[in-house]
């Protein structure tokens, strides 16, 4: 999702918020934050959504107004966090125009994951336990998300297989559907 994100931010001009690039930027930097938020990360599971959705908030205040649009990245993952978000949103007089989900198998995913540990120096990337851990959050977690959006049809399953050419070309298709 992070490599999709980033050609996406540079063919429609919007800015990058990836909670988990924010956590671990805190995480470098030692802040009482990231020191929190590791615990969680550590362990595949989430940081607690209060601590996410203070960071998207600060986030949203220093940059609506001064972008073209925003692209979300691993956020929302719950529930709580899409209302919190649909929320913040509707007070800055938008709203969230569509969610984007890479549907990709879970062997891939471990696969593809594993594959980065060799090189992301991520503690979450190298176990394969935590990586199985991420999944099964997901699924308990954040498929709940995929519900909230498909209530307000909001919601489009983009297949995650393929060449990053490929996937980047299904993402396109959709976003360019939008309008
Ligand atoms: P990611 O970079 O999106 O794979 O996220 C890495 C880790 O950061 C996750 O396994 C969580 O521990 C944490 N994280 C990232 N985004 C969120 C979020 N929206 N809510 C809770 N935890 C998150």
Redesign the pocket.
Same mark, same amino acid.
């Given at each position: 999702k992070g490599t999709q994100a980033q050609y996406l931010v540079e063919k429609y001009e919007l800015l990058h918020i990836? *909670? #988990? %690039?924010l /956590?671990r930027s805190e995480l470098k930097a030692a802040t009482p934050l990231g020191l929190e938020a590791k615990k969680?990360?550590d362990k #595949?599971? /989430?940081?607690p959504d209060e601590v996410?959705i203070g960071m998207i908030s600060s986030q949203l205040d220093q940059n609506i107004g001064k972008v073209k649009g925003f692209i979300f990245d691993?956020?929302?993952? *719950?529930k709580a966090?899409a209302e919190a978000l649909d929320k913040l949103l509707d007070f800055k007089n938008t709203a969230i125009t569509q969610v984007l989900a890479l549907d990709v198998p879970e062997e891939e995913v471990v696969a593809r994951i594993m594959n980065r540990g060799l090189t992301s120096g991520r503690s %979450?990337d190298n176990n394969q336990e935590i990586i199985k851990n991420?999944f099964s959050v997901y699924l308990n977690e954040t498929t709940a998300v995929a519900e909230h959006y498909k209530e307000f049809d909001k919601y489009s399953s983009i297949p995650g297989i393929g060449t990053i050419e490929e996937v980047f070309k299904s993402l396109t298709e959709a976003i360019e559907a939008l309008s």
């Open positions: 990836s *909670t #988990g %690039d /956590l969680y990360i #595949g599971e /989430l940081v996410v691993g956020f929302p993952r *719950t966090q %979450d991420r």
